[in-house]
């Protein structure tokens, strides 16, 4: 039998083909005119093959170190290595570091006067030529590295949050303080904060509306939920790594749509989109390494630092992208999710500390777990846990006086297992991708079509500009 | 009894004060024209509180999720919580992340045309206005960011060191990799690497040699070797925070030169001296904080990370800031103590796990630890021994054939201890701090005496321009 900690012989020699590949365009790509996109490209390869390799190996060193979780949802509960999330995202953070020079290399070379003489600075319009350069100003490098900032500091919050178990009124701050490096460099960088006004309203308020201080809320707001949604979404095998993953390559093609031949050029938003594929391709790498070890049956679990880090990436891309709208249409599962949370995480119904699917070991499926109400709910709440049994959006277990003796738990994977009934682990997971792609496909579907009704031009133009 | 995870009523009365005092000032520096000098000392006054707070608070956590450590110098060898330095990272990272805004604040108001319209920029000299102003100009951000990445990564790869307990030869180059943003950044950013050639050598090289590539190699060797050495020169309670606090303090006495009256305005070093003082103040902030839970007797350890924290943040000013060299003549004990270790580094003699001086439970005090020779050593070896010891560099014992059966570890505190005797850890201590002193204050006399017999000017200028 094959050893656990290292690779087989097959997939050793595709990790270093791959590598190999990705290594060559790379060189080639710096030597030339120096297409990023390329790069990019290129980088994430090699950053799949690293972080699986890394992965695989680093399994025995994580459970000596005392980083293991067990598998409750299995007959045997094994212990398999928990926190692989964080190697991600370090093999993410250097991979983005790596690709810097890349994204701005043509400003060194040809926009300063050379021998780092930067007062004498050629004007960004003498440079950019032709579409498919997809290469930033120098003045961007800022913005870039703000990102990376607040990515690197959710992973040290990540991490720490999965070592010392952190109160959960703690967790939820976590993102807040991580995204800190991001605003504090918008507001010092770039510092716009006026949003186009939907056309019913711009009689009343004008066609710009300037939000001051509460756009930097919004987009704390935005960059604390990304994260804790994709936390709360989570309790069985891939299902963490899997809604990244659909949601990544949505935003993929999203941002695809600006790049494609049929959008004018060029367009205010190309830069803003090409940002996010730089920052969203390594990350597709990465989780898709992570996700052959995490899908089912696990043989590594994520850990806190991947939700964090995997939301704080589609926070990054969305704010200094500015398409946050867009981004929280492909989270409507996740939000969803925590609206459905919210009697428990308020405690209007009690919380228990998980509240994953509960596993029946003579079927081999997963059931819904429930909250046992040892003292019976207020009359009000039980009448709220009635309507919503009716509606089917709960499902309630009364004694035989009529009281309620528990109630399903409140997640949407609970909520699906009322609908669907007992599945296998697998199944629901697959499921689960299903919905988040359907969901996710009518959120862009609404934003490219129908946000024309409220707004007088989609800033992708294909009507008001092609 | 005082419980050891809680602040005393007046701890917290008097950290309560110091915070408040801070957030005064730092309102009011905010509100005002904002001299960031100020600003940057009032938060270093909150971050040592916060340190001083967190590092109390969260023993009992770090205990209990299995980050602690044996002292084994003390009688009863308790068990202390270790990896605080994280901590303490994180914190002085929080610190400089807010800080943004007050060093670079003056750009977004006055030097951009306002409501965010970046292309109307007013030039530079137009803000820039008298000596105290203090503030960096926009483009500085990117290489104050790529600094904040550097010491983000280092603390993220020692909590990976500390965690996991990587092998040595793994270790040397997690600095390596952290040092990869900085010097990717000054690649893109700036790119200078010619050097300024000693007077001595101008008639065959000129005046400045570009050093190209080689130049990057030389930041990467500081980089990777001041994290190295400070984390190579431990093993007695409070040394590794004791050295840099004396370090830090004389890097801030060397800054202070280039921004005190005497020294001519403007002055083409001020920015990079204040870019180092802003690093820095709450580096020593945190330090101090940290050395008051970690000096004799500890009550916490400090971990890699703090060693590996500490010595990027020297690196990162010294890179950034333009002055390696300088930096190089305050590290000269820890020169010292890389280089006499290396016999063991490179096994020509035996190197046990660890080299810290023993204790002796009987006196209690610390006495040199020995390499014993099982195989005795070959003559060559033998030979060197002999002669290092009669130069009293190292203690020999021989058995009665005249066979050498056990020398001295080769580590300063080692030396120190063959050269004075046995002593208490916190004596020690101090006498490391006294040589850490002396050896700096002898630095910056070369550095700023003796090199213009090598070099036509100091940048600090006293004679050639005042």
Known sequence: MQNSSTLSRTETWRLLLLVGAGLGVLVNTFQGDGAPLIASIALTCISFAVAYSMIRWLGPVFIKAGLKGKDMAKPRKPEIPE??????AVVYLLSLIVFIPFAFYKDIVAATSGGGNRDVVIEDQHIEMGRYLHRFPHGKLASYLSGLLSLQCIVILGIGDDLLDIRWRHKVLIPAFSAIPMLIVYFVDFGVTHVVVPVPLQAYLGAFIDLGWLYYM???????FCPNAINMFAGINGIEVAQSLVIAVQLLFNDALYLAPVTPYPNPATDS??????FLLPFIGVSAALL???WYPSKVFVGDTYCYFAGMVFAVVGILGHFSKTLLLLFVP?????????????????????????????TGLLETSVTEWTVPPSPLVALALEIL???RLVRVVKNEGGQIIESTNLTILNL????????????LAWHMVGVQTVCGLVGLFVRHRLALLVFNTDNLSFQSMA
Not at 83 to 88: D, K, L, P, R
Not at 416 to 427: A, Q, S
Request: aromatic share 16%; glycine share 4%.
């Open 273 to 278: 989109h090409l940002f996010s594929i730089y």
């Open 83 to 88: 926190t692989m999330g964080a190697v991600c």
């Open 292 to 294: 052959c070890h995490n």
């Open 389 to 391: 049994h009716k509606l």
């Open 218 to 224: 919004y987009m704390a707001a935005v960059a604390i």
């Open 334 to 362: 996740q939000i969803f999710n925590f609206l459905y949370s919210t009697p428990q995480l308020f405690h209007i119904i009690p919380c228990p500390r998980h509240r994953l699917p509960k596993f029946n070991a003579a």
């Open 416 to 427: 699906w297992l009322v609908w669907m009934g007992p599945m296998r682990e697998d199944t």
